[in-house]
């Protein structure tokens, strides 16, 4: 009695036939099966008939188990492929139980297992297939796909890449295409990024590709340094020259009064008077187009504004200052400042490598050099700094710099914090 019991087992296609044949075979005794060995048919090659892997099987005896009159039963098992299966389904009405025996429908049912039986081999071989000489060509799209994963291959490591390669190069031809940007002008930009990726061995070739990137950060920096030639005042009815209304004070990094007059909408109303002589018109044409209100030459009681004094006094360094660090922060990488004293210049080094500056900030820039002219922080401070940030006393220090350790004692103590070295600077490189 075979089919007292009978399941069928469906896997992916027919090379995991063999894997379900030994899970089969793990828990059951494998009595007989058909065709009866690997290989071999009974089938003539123009029939389609069934003949998909049965297997006569038995349960396995158990140690754990009492015997039982099922361990002598001999059960069917059907190993099929999604395919065999299907057909199976789709024509079991056609072939086992249509009402009439029909010579046409069941041709057809066996016409689909032929077809399928072909469609399995071809999903088996597709490899082997599609290097048919008759597939050897490719479509405008496949080509680009092609190329840009090959590409994507190239620059990136394995493990930087996704799993689903085709749907990144679709984004990435796609975002070409709404940009309007070629695929090769891509390709062409994103080579830098393999140089990025090799090691800084400070051979020719990566001093010149840090020196071009230096270059392009420059070109950045003054690109979003300069200012529109038009752009409107915000006060209604206000028409200013929008090349002047930018400008900063010129002792520190606070606008004019007059810009920020300009740049802080809706105070018109306010300063708008209800008679043409009223004072507050004449207050607004006296807004300061050179200096921020704390550094305007007279007060407000024509008395002469000593931060004014103060700011005219030192305006010479403050004007080094200013530059010296514009230089630094544009190449921050090394020492830039020709000061003609190489602790100067490292101090420069190392007090911008600790701020996060840019020479677009150009306000924060100003007040960093309005603290240090109004510090009064001289070179020979900054000496002294350097040498104490390099592990140096105040003896040691006095002794290079060749004075006293009273006087080194002095300049530090009136060397507000703000000046001191960091530790260390921030993933900079040292200068040599
Ligand atoms: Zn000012």
Redesign the pocket.
Known sequence: MEDFFACTLVVENRSSISEALKVVEEICDLVSRRPPEEGKTHKSPDEFCFDDLRLYVKLKASDQLPPTPLDDLIFEIQIKTFLQHAWSIATHDLVYKGQNVDWGRARVAYQIKAMLEHAEISVERVDAMAESSLLAVTDEKIRKLKAVIDWLRRTWDGEWLPKDMVRLAENIIAMCQAISVELDDIFECVRLRSFLLTKDQQSAIDQQFIATLESLIELVWDCACKRPKTSKAPNKGVSLNAQRRHGF????G?LTEFSVFIETPNQMSDVEPKEPKDSSTHKRFQLSHQ??S??RPKLESNEWNPAYRQ?LRSQDQFDLELSRLSKQCAKPATPQVKSGNKLVDSYYFYYVSNLTLQPADKAELRKQARLMADWKLSDRKKQILMLQWSGLNQSDIAQKLGTTRQAVSKALASIPAMFRLCQKPRSRRQPK
Do not use: M, T
């Open positions: 004070c010129r002792f520190c606070n200096f921020c704390e550094h700011a």
